[in-house]
């Protein structure tokens, strides 16, 4: 039952006879998950918050970075180095203290992701890799729970309804229906690396949310069975049909046991054999860093992505320029080559391999991420404490 402050706060949805104060009790009592509290997420918690959905999870383990300010709209200057979680999670409470926030600031993986998910009605999926897309996907088909799916690429967006059954018991399409197989590595780029225009995720953010009321509250047509594309350059919408396609829904996990033991990132090709590139932990980078002369740090993230980290400063080539400036990178030394998460170092690697003939490059596992996460319980300090998107 809503009591009198519900009453006047929701007033107006009270008013539309599509919601009412049975459909405002519907929100009231629905548990949504949403992954990833960046740009996507962001606007998606906030309108969720503010239409009282009864209880909200928030799953990221990533930090606020100065260049996430640009399009995620829940942080401030003063959230720099901060969990995106507690600090959602600290301001959304603000925002409506009849909502209940549950945060979970680990990273999603075959392990955890049914427990986590057990305790929710819906789930927004508002993540930045294809791992974790199909991670979510096969755990919420496993699980039979609708997947609110949003991406953003530059000036495009794209909104669906995943793994939806209607009053009628028709099932609809999962995330395997629209893209069966992967993409290759390294073959869609993130934000990082293209940009992203900064209103975008705001747009596709909301328009999940209001996919998750009409859920919710059992109103309007969903969009399942459906792919709705935003171009912002155009300003213009349009759809594409998806059909259900149970050969691609069978080649998942079908049980607990089966998606445990499912590598995403193998399958998503972000994986290579053991032999084919070496690699180093962050507790091992950390041991040989006092041998300088012994070493060569090789940074391949942009230079404006943060942080900077004092320990780590060394020789740094963005991804696009490794052709040009590869004469700059030891044939002698031990290379330890890192980005953000360990992809880009990947390609890197594989590229100077490849192209060049370098055989002593070693990958950092995780990254900058690994480190950062790492670093969080550690006396050393890194300048800005920032973690990139």
Not at 187 to 200: D, F, K, R, T, Y
């Amino acid at each position: 039952m809503l009591n009198k402050n519900e009453i006047v706060r929701y007033s107006r949805h009270l008013l539309l006879p599509e919601i009412g104060t049975e459909g405002q009790e519907k929100i009231k009592r629905a548990r949504v998950l949403v992954i990833g509290a960046g740009g996507l997420g962001c606007p998606a918690l906030q309108y969720l918050t503010a239409m009282g959905v009864g209880e909200i999870g928030i799953a990221d383990f990533d930090k606020v970075d100065v260049s996430n300010l640009q399009r995620q709209i829940l942080y401030f200057v003063d959230d720099i180095g901060k969990l995106k979680a507690e600090t959602a999670v600290s301001r959304l409470s603000r925002q409506n203290p009849f909502v209940k926030f549950n945060k979970y600031t680990v990273r999603l993986d075959n392990q955890n992701i049914l427990d986590i998910l057990s305790g929710y009605h819906v789930v927004i999926d508002g993540t930045d890799n294809f791992a974790t897309r199909y991670l979510v996907n096969d755990a919420c088909v496993i699980m039979n729970k609708p997947l609110i799916y949003g991406s953003i690429y530059k000036f495009e967006g794209q909104v669906s309804v995943l793994n939806f059954t209607d009053s009628s018991g028709n099932q609809g399409p999962t995330y395997r229906c629209l893209f069966p197989t992967p993409p290759l590595p390294g073959s869609v780029p993130g934000c990082s690396e293209i940009g992203v225009l900064g209103i975008l995720p705001g747009i596709i953010g909301t328009l999940q949310a209001a996919e998750t009321i009409k859920i919710i509250t059992g109103i309007g047509n969903p969009l399942s069975g459906r792919l709705l594309l935003f171009d912002a350059l155009a300003m213009s919408f349009s759809e594409l049909k998806i059909e259900r396609n149970t050969g691609w829904i069978n080649n998942a996990p079908k049980s607990a046991a089966e998606l445990a033991k499912t590598d995403y990132e193998y399958f998503c090709g972000n994986k290579t054999s053991e032999s084919s590139i070496k690699s180093v932990s962050v507790e091992t980078l950390r041991s040989i860093l006092g041998n300088s002369s012994e070493i060569q740090l090789l940074d391949v993230r942009e230079p404006f992505e943060e942080p900077q980290i004092n320990e780590l400063v060394d020789l740094q080539i963005p991804l696009g320029e490794i052709p040009d400036q590869a004469h700059l990178i030891s044939k002698s030394k031990k290379v330890i080559v890192f980005c953000r998460s360990g992809q880009r170092s990947k390609r890197a690697i594989e590229q100077l391999e490849k192209d060049f003939g370098y055989t002593n490059l070693h990958n950092l596992k995780g990254g900058i991420m690994a480190w950062t996460i790492s670093s969080s319980n550690s006396p050393l300090k890194e300048r800005g404490d920032m973690h990139s998107e």
